[in-house]
């Protein structure tokens, strides 16, 4: 009987965390919006910040950047997805790329923007290959190819991290679709391999992730993060004017950043709306189009390489990215166009020594804590119900859908009234609400895949739910238990937000630092502080994927494949 | 003293599945044999109180007199063998025994090598489940679900994996030891020499509303 209990209680624990956060944020941003908000002195309904917010001039570029850098990024991202796993599901090739995906998806967003800005700048590695044979650079050039005024670095930096995501989205849902088979029945019509498979299956895997594209696209139109290293700067994106706005000293501007966060928020409701109806609308097209019988037979021999050129420029542009921060974190004399330093040295490293402990502590404290609460709610609730309804599943989405920068002043407020800002426990808090989703996505599918009959076996021995759960269910599921952690770990140590506004700049973690130096000029310390920021999360992935294999290399049924 | 179900009615939704009312006495093998789809598994489901929840059942189950039908499955002391053995793969061959021996239980390693040795598998106490042959897990399994001291045991197609040789030196083992005990136990199989071998009763099950379909 306790057992129920504890699950239920998890359960309801689990959808308290992840719904009553965003609504309290929501109504701590939405009353400020209108002048509410009396610790301030303002205690009168009035529109005097949206008419502040109308006033500023940046304004029109600003929901143009955040409109058209997000649709642009979530379309480029989902066709990329699409058109690789059309290409080239069910190939050896298509194996390679689903195993490049796990340090992808463990790779903080603003360190993939960092090596991409490194790689991509005038003084870059790219520049420098080309300079000066041909080019005829001498020095760099004066160009304004990272923070381009179109938003063109921003959509480019969010494309190589969301084609990861949605990837991996897609391969969870391929097996419901009957993917494969699908595809080989279009193929014996006839069909080309990527014309078969748009037209056969593609309809039904973008019913399957519809939420995850809906994340992806609040994601992309709201993130401060990536828009402070790779964004437009004047003006910069409407989030990033709300952070600047909701962190001035001048503390009546919070009014007007509130009045910003609900535009935000606005923004992405109906750019929700726009996509929504534009998938209608192409999903009654596609009726015509599948019908009509073109087979798209040689299409394949331009869309396969095109696919497999995506997939490879993505990989190769992160990792040289990476190579390129560690490399300049080492440099010590490094000229342009030589493309390699004069010198190595430990001087940044040695000098960056004493905060870096602390710092890395920190970081690591939060996301064990946010990642082990994580995991306790996601086991119990999981236990209580395995299959939630619909709207429990809309839930989930709930805080990756409702964008950060619209919701976490509002929550800031709450903290600061409760006199709990600042501390590493509320910080911790606040990564949780991410942190869940993530985990409980991960770990719901091979929870559900598990053999039932096991458990059975085990209680008609006589093993109570408890003793099941903890010495057959649990143990058997270690390798999903750590992936779901390493997730987790991963969604921590890569939140900006959370940590920068509960965190009330008093919590760092190696991300706030890294992000911090966005602005600066210093290569060499950003090199530092990315690299801390990517290695962290990808040594805890090593870690979670070799256990298993350590623990249990005596037994042969618990390896895969 | 024995297995008594009185009256037991299964329903999948309005659909009325099984319907049975039989005692099965104690080293008595009862075997039911059916069509795939006419509800036997989903009967041994409903006995271990594991019953999905599309189907509903109606009805008294009675275990050596006590009356077992609303318990949780770990207190209803029925074993059941799987199709498949399902050891549990993280556990060692001696844990797997440990697991399924009561608590209460002294010199548990004494015990497990007894049990082992029964089975003609002594000195495997700490050999990986994953490298027994199909005849070596199956022995395993029984063994398991008999030293966690059952009042009853189901066989579901327990043998249905095994090829035809082996099948029949397993039939002879799980049923000698089931005798032994004096256990009532069900079993539900394709196999019309399972049905012989066993000799005891046989029940043929049909899906009543697909018959008059036909």
């Known amino acids: 009987m306790g057992h129920t209990y504890i699950a239920r209680a998890g359960f309801w624990a689990a959808l308290i965390c992840l719904s009553l956060p965003v609504l309290a944020g929501l109504a701590g941003v939405i009353g400020p919006a209108f002048g509410y908000l009396p610790a301030l002195g303002g205690t009168e309904i009035s529109l005097a910040p949206w008419q502040g917010l109308l006033a500023w001039p940046g304004l029109a570029d600003a929901i143009r950047l955040s409109l058209v850098t997000g649709l642009l990024a979530t379309a480029l991202s989902l066709a990329l997805t699409l058109l690789i796993v059309a290409a080239w599901q069910g190939t050896r090739s298509f194996l390679w790329v689903t195993r490049a995906l796990a340090p992808l998806l463990a790779l903080p967003h603003a360190a993939a923007a960092f090596g991409l800005a490194f790689l991509i700048a005038p003084s870059g590695w790219i520049a420098r290959g080309l300079s000066p044979w041909a080019t005829g650079w001498e020095r760099p050039p004066d160009l304004l190819i990272v923070h381009d005024p179109l ?6 930096g969010l494309v190589v991290k ?15 679709t009957d993917s494969l088979r699908s595809q080989l029945v279009a193929r014996a019509l006839g069909y080309g391999r990527v014309m078969g498979w748009m037209k056969a299956v593609a309809p039904r895997v973008i019913a399957q992730i519809r939420l995850p594209i809906y994340a992806v696209l609040a994601y992309s139109m709201s993130v401060v993060d990536v828009a402070l290293i790779l964004g437009p700067t004047r003006p910069p994106t409407l989030a990033v004017q709300i952070l600047d706005w909701t962190t001035h000293p001048d503390l009546a501007l919070r009014f007007q950043a509130a009045a910003g966060a609900v535009l935000q928020l606005g923004l992405v409701i109906a750019a929700l709306g726009l996509w929504h109806g534009a998938e209608r609308l192409i999903a009654r097209q596609s009726q015509h189009w599948a019908a009509q019988g073109a087979r798209g037979v040689a299409l394949d021999r331009v869309l396969r390489p095109l696919g497999a050129g995506a997939a490879l420029l993505i990989g190769v542009a992160v990792g040289l990215g990476l190579a390129g921060l560690l490399l300049w974190s080492f440099a010590g004399l490094w000229r342009f166009p030589a493309l390699w330093p004069e010198t190595l040295s430990l001087r940044i490293w040695t000098a960056q020594a004493a905060t870096l402990w602390p710092v890395l502590g920190m970081t690591a404290l939060i996301a064990s804590g946010a990642t082990l609460i994580a995991l306790a709610l996601s086991i119990a609730a999981l236990q209580a119900r395995p299959n939630p309804g619909r709207s429990a599943k809309a839930l989930i989405y709930l805080p990756l859908i409702v964008p950060q920068i619209a919701f976490l002043p509002g929550l800031a407020s709450f903290a600061l009234m409760l006199g709990v800002d600042g501390t590493p426990t509320a910080v911790t808090l606040a ?41 057959i269910r649990l143990p058997m599921l270690t390798r999903a238990l750590l992936v779901a952690a390493a997730v987790g770990f991963a969604t921590s140590v890569a939140q900006y937000l959370p940590t920068l506004l509960i965190g009330a ?55 895969i494949g | ?140 399994a029984l063994m398991r679900a008999l030293l966690s001291e059952p009042e009853a045991l189901l066989l579901d197609e327990p043998f249905a994996k095994l090829d035809s040789e082996l099948r029949a030196a397993m039939r002879r083992f799980v049923f000698e030891r089931a005798r032994a005990r004096a256990l009532p136990v069900i079993m539900v199989t394709h196999d019309m020499e399972d049905a012989t071998a066993a000799g005891g009763p046989i029940i043929a099950l049909s899906s009543p509303r697909e018959d008059l379909d036909d």
């Open chain 1, 505 to 559: 700049g008093r919590v760092t973690t190696v991300t706030t630092e890294a992000v911090a130096l966005a602005s600066s000029a210093n290569r060499r310390l950003i090199g530092v502080w990315a690299v801390l920021q990517m290695a962290l999360p990808m040594a805890v992935f090593a870690l979670c994927l070799a256990l298993p294999a350590l623990l249990f290399r005596d037994r042969h049924g618990m390896r």
């Open chain 1, 162 to 176: 969301e084609v990861p995501f949605l990837l991996l989205m897609t391969l969870a849902a391929l097996p419901q």
């Open chain 1, 431 to 471: 990564h949780l609400v991410f942190v869940l989703p993530y985990v409980y996505l991960t770990l719901a599918d091979p929870w559900r895949a598990w053999d039932t009959r096991a458990g059975l076996s085990a209680a008609s021995l006589g093993a109570r739910p408890m003793r099941v759960l903890w010495t």
């Open chain 2, 1 to 140: 003293m024995s297995l008594n179900l009185h009256d037991l009615r299964i329903w999948r939704g309005d659909r009325p599945l099984i319907s049975l009312s039989r005692s099965v006495a104690k080293g008595e093998v009862l075997t039911l044999m059916g069509p795939s789809g006419c509800g036997k598994s989903t009967l041994l489901a409903g006995l271990i109180g594991a019953l999905p929840p599309v189907f509903r059942m109606q009805g008294q189950i009675a275990l050596n007199g006590r009356d077992i039908t609303e318990l949780p499955t770990h207190a209803r002391r029925i074993s059941i063998l799987f199709q498949d053995d399902i050891l549990f793969p993280h556990l060692s061959v001696g844990a797997n025994l440990g697991f399924g021996l009561p608590r209460a239980t002294r010199e548990r390693a004494r015990v497990v090598d007894a049990a082992l040795e029964d089975a003609g598998l002594a000195g495997y106490a700490d050999r990986d489940p994953a490298t027994l042959s199909g005849g070596q897990r199956t022995r395993v």
């Open chain 1, 151 to 156: 938003g063109l670095a921003l959509v480019a």
